[in-house]
């Protein structure tokens, strides 16, 4: 089997689907693209990913801590994440908060807490997503 490289600046489409053509610059894709993404239930023993990209495995350090490592490391840790976490109800000391730190290039740090007391805890539904540039 031969391996080969193809290369390209833009990405189009017929427009077959919707009657209208279209094309993207691939620095957008490349450079827009989630590099990992995690939902995972942070209530299960070691914490258990539902679905991933780019997760070699997941850490359960403590009560609502968790460190989801990578697969393919991150050039740098001036990275973005975003994240969120589901609870019961919208309103008063059911808000969860969860915050997020690229810590290492091959690591992502999550923590679950009640919005009004500050008290960290376990969560059922999480989401963790990560841009940036690959090493």
């Known amino acids: ?12 489409t017929s427009g077959q689907i919707t009657g209208t053509a279209k094309s993207v610059d691939t620095d957008y894709v490349v450079n827009g693209s989630a590099k990992a993404w995690i939902n995972f239930d942070g209530t299960a023993s070691g914490a258990a990913a539902r679905g991933s990209f780019n997760l070699a495995s ?5 009560t609502g801590v968790y460190v989801c490592n990578l697969t393919n490391a991150f050039a740098n840790t ?6 969120s976490s589901a609870s019961a109800s919208t309103s008063g000391s059911d808000n969860r908060n969860i915050s997020t730190t690229i810590t290492s290039a091959s690591a992502i740090d999550s923590r679950v807490s009640n919005a009004a007391s500050g008290a ?4 059922s539904i999480n989401y ?4 940036g540039d690959l090493a």
């Open 1 to 12: 089997m031969a391996n080969g490289t193809i290369a390209f600046d833009t990405l189009s």
């Open 58 to 62: 997941m850490t359960d350090t403590s």
């Open 128 to 131: 963790v997503s990560a841009f």
């Open 78 to 83: 001036n990275d973005c994440a975003a994240t």
């Open 120 to 123: 960290v805890l376990d969560t």
